[in-house]
């Protein structure tokens, strides 16, 4: 092992953000349901809803305006707002003049994608296209590498990201349909996970069943109630991300489809700046790729972590097939390197991170399946005690054996998220 666990745990300074997290409804229908139905105190209403943020304003809710980026210069400010959220991003002049107009001006990262497993997909491999079979690894449409980099974007002490999307039928069913149950917690789970704040648009069906007090959808409210109030904590906020994997790159999203894989394959990564590659900046790190080459000193730096033991990778540009290269970096790692091995869980993403004066570690989990599966999971360091909790159940002990510098166990049921805390109990 190249690096004491301690030195990985302290390779990232990323300042904790703020202590809570918020799942935002966003409300499309002009009838709003009082508070006391609903059990919250904050909705999003698009701007062209006006009836609807009358009425929920009426009633004592705290209101965001959604407005689209190319709108969001022209918008009127409505008396009794908490403030707008902006769909997409907009120049700096327009955010001064908005924030001048409202108390509060967020912008949503509208880049993200329902969340889902896509069975059948396709790659491009040698400039052939290549189809998955049904035994092969279920691909994820997932945003955890987007999180992870627009996380890295923001300013010291700014709120989490704020993800949203619209969502996207799976069959002509689905259309009228909308989302399950499974299909909200999940989306509430992974932004919950990974450290970020969500706007949650409800399918108009929902909205509809809810404002008539169907049971069923009263059933479904409560659930996701249950997972929001789970992970208002935003656990991942009073930790620091761990990562073993710094990709050195200009541009992240340039090469997102090779930083989602590794993401994918529970490779924990960061993103560092051609100009930002320095021996501090490599500290704690297993595995170098350089997408792009070093300024300055960096290619010194780079040098001397390889000769310390590090991996350096030059991969100019983008790999053609992600896929592969994601699983060569994983091989390259080798299990005593890697920080998190996940068996019997092809469907489920694990994000580590670390308490800033401790070496304890929390895992944050989720399964894109849905479906309660018995999950085995190494983590790399050693371990004294692992407590695993999920939404709706208490924290549980569990049962573990430590091997080869690991911390193996076994979560029994993991149905769609939960966190795991390892502790070093003196």
Known sequence: MRLAVAAILAFLTITPR??????????????????????????????????????????????????????????????????????????????????QRVKIVRLAENRGKWPHIRTNWVTLNKDVLQVTNRSSQPWLENNEALIRIATAASPPGAPPVLLTYAWQPVTVADLDQGPRRENYLVAIAEAGGFGADLLLPLHERFERELMAGSPDARADWEAIRRFVDFYAWNVPAQHRPVANVGVVTSDPMRSFEMLN????????????????????????????????????????????????????????????DPNTFALEMRQRLGSERRVVDVWNGITVLVAPYSRPAREDLVLTVVNYAAQPLPI??????????????????????????VRNGGTEFVL???????????NRVP
Not at 46 to 65: H, N, S
Not at 383 to 392: C, N, R, T, W
């Open 18 to 99: 703020s202590a809570g997290a918020e799942v935002l409804i966003r409300w499309d229908q002009a009838d709003v349901p009082s508070l006391q139905a609903l059990g919250i105190s904050t909705l999003v209403i698009p701007a062209a809803q006006g009836a609807g943020i009358k009425q929920a304003l009426a009633q004592g809710y705290r209101v965001y305006v959604e407005v689209d980026a190319a709108t969001a210069g022209a918008f009127a400010p409505i008396e009794g707002l908490a403030g707008v959220i902006v769909n997409g991003p907009i120049a700096f002049d327009v955010r001064e003049r908005l924030a």
């Open 376 to 401: 085995q999971i190494r983590v790399r360091g050693t371990f004294s005690e692992v407590q695993y909790e999920a939404p709706g159940q208490p924290a549980v002990l569990l049962s573990f054996e």
């Open 412 to 422: 029994p049921a993991l149905s769609v998220g939960g966190r795991v805390f390892l």
């Open 261 to 320: 894989l590794l993401a994918r394959h529970n490779l924990p990564f960061v993103t560092i700046a051609p100009a930002a590659v320095t021996a501090q900046t490599l500290a704690g790190l297993d595995l170098v790729v350089l997408l792009d080459e070093p300024t300055g000193g960096g290619r010194a730096a780079a040098a001397a972590f390889a000769k310390q033991g590090g991996a350096v990778v030059e991969a100019k540009g983008a790999p053609s």
